[in-house]
Every structure is written in C-alpha cells, then in structure tokens.
C-alpha cells in the first residue's frame, strides 16, 4: 500500500537539518493549497495524506483532467490505523528529511515504515549542492558540455572565485526553487550580497560557486532510484523560470520534449549524459534512497554564434519534481502548460 504526502517545506528542512522547527507561513500556506498534489500521480490504490479530506477532495475535483484516477484521502492522524497490520507499506512524500520523519513519529508512525536517522543523514549529504559540482566534474570528457562549479568552504575561496569569473551564481548548499541563489557580478557586488555569502557559510558551511552561462533553455533529466539503489531513466522536463523561480512545466510526450531539446543538442550527448548521470548516482546512492530524482540540465549559447552547449549538471534534486508531476500528467494524456497558481 502507498500513502503519499506533500511536504512543500522538504528543502528548508533539510537546511534546519532539526526534528522541529518553525515551517515558514509561505511553505504552510503551500501545504495547505496544494495538499491534495499526490492525486495528481497517485494510483487509485493508493492513500492521500492531507490537512482537511472535503477541502481536499474539492480541490481535487476542479482540476480539470484527461484521466483522473481516484485515491482515498485520509488526515495524518489516520495514517497510524490505516498502516496497522499491512504487511507492505510504502511512504512517498514529496521529500524525506528529519522534521518530516518526526512529524510521522509524532503522529503515531512507526519508525520500521520510514528510512532510519542513517538513511535521513546519508539522503542529507546526497542533496548537498556539491553532489552536482561533482557530477558536473565527472562529464567534462564529452564534447559538446559547458558549466563550470566549485564548492567554497570559506568566504575567501568565494570571493577569489567571483574575482576571477567575474560573472557567478553563489548557491547556498540547500536551498529551492531559486531561493538560495544569487547572482553577481564582480564590478557591481554590494555589501548587501557579500554579507549572504559570509552569513550562508556561517550557518551552512559552504556556498557553490558556479559561473554564469548564457541559457537558452532549461530542463531535466528524471529518474527512479529503486529500492536497491539502482537509478534508472524515468523521462524528461523542460520548464520555464523566471529570475530563478520555477514558473511551470511543458506538458507533452518524451518524444515530442527529445524534439524540442534535440533543437538545440545532439541525441548522443544528451544519451551519453543521462547514462553517465545513472552510473554515477547508482554508486553514489548506494541504497540510501529510493524514488523520483530530478537532475536540471540547461541549453546555453556558445562563444561562436549559432552553436550551443549543453550544461548536464545545475541541480541535483533528491525528491520528487514538478517536472516528475508534468511527466504523470502528461503521460494521462494531459497537454499544455502546468503550473501552480495561488
């Protein structure tokens, strides 16, 4: 049996890396508007978690659908009967952190139906924004690849990167949804944004350095890590952003998103990339993890006009996606534009 829960506020968490901590009033109201999200890719079969069931149910219900499937909704505080005496029971939040995992505890849960403190540490430290600095590192071999980042363990090492790239994005480790993430320039930085990177390594330890590319378009690659930890390829995403911020996903087949980024990238990169990115997680997982994985990819302008380059590692995103969303929605036959709105 599968219950699935939406947990908008997973990234901060992972930042507060605590048990309890104060969820932002933006991440709560998310939650509470979007509860009902997991029917979206949910299977008949399958359990809801949400606040309130009727509002939930309702909500559900306006959105219009070429398939609708038609899972139960059930309050947290149900969840603890529901599970009792299944033999196989599977927890899907959108992401797995620590205040989740006590929240569940809390609620009645218990811990034999959710990944150990072990696991919850080991899933913390493959959501490090230097996961991707590394991943990026390891495609420098293939032509055709751009992207340049470095993990800064000081401000000094921050500074010195942003002197000698001149243009830079500086990511806080954990972070989401273009929050975290700053662009500067090294002859227009203001004390405003110095003082993040110092406050960012204070609490955080460390920043990412990476230098500015000139993008075309952005998407992902997604993939399933099974319970074994084998990462296999699941589909693709192409979204818009606007100043960072995630904006909505196009909602079309897997053949018809290859079309449209085979525009600008040859086939055999992009396999090439996705193969490579598989291996690499596969090793690095190791069985800590299992489901949706979402890696950002990005289509930038080349020196010579007319050409483009492909930057195979932005983000790595341990948890479900709203490209992973898109994808279920399109493959239910779903076409357009998706996208949150308040």
Known sequence: MTFHYFNPDHEIAMAMNAGRYSVPLAARRMREQFDFLPALWARTADTVIVDDVTAAKERYASVELAMR??????????LP???????????QPWGWDKALWQTLRDAGVKEEYMPTIRQLNKIRDLSHRAMAVRLLDSMKEFDGVTGFSRLCDSYEEALLFLDRNKDVHIKSPWSCSGRGVKHMKADTVTESELQWIANTIERQHSVIAEVTCNKVMDFAVLFIANKIGTVR???????????????????ASDKEKKEMIYTY????????V????????TEHIGGAYHGPIGVDMMVCEADKEGEYLLNPCVEINMRRTMGHVALALARRGQRGMFKLTN
Do not use: V, W
């Open 69 to 78: 499937s038609h899972p139960t909704f059930i309050t947290l505080s149900q």
């Open 265 to 272: 990238i040859q086939p055999a990169l992009l396999k090439a």
């Open 81 to 91: 009967e529901m599970i009792e005496g299944k033999r196989i029971i599977d927890i």
């Open 274 to 281: 996705t193969e490579r990115i598989e291996q690499f997680l």
């Open 233 to 251: 390829y699941h589909g693709l995403s192409i979204f818009h952003t606007h100043n960072g911020a995630y904006c909505g996903n196009i909602l």
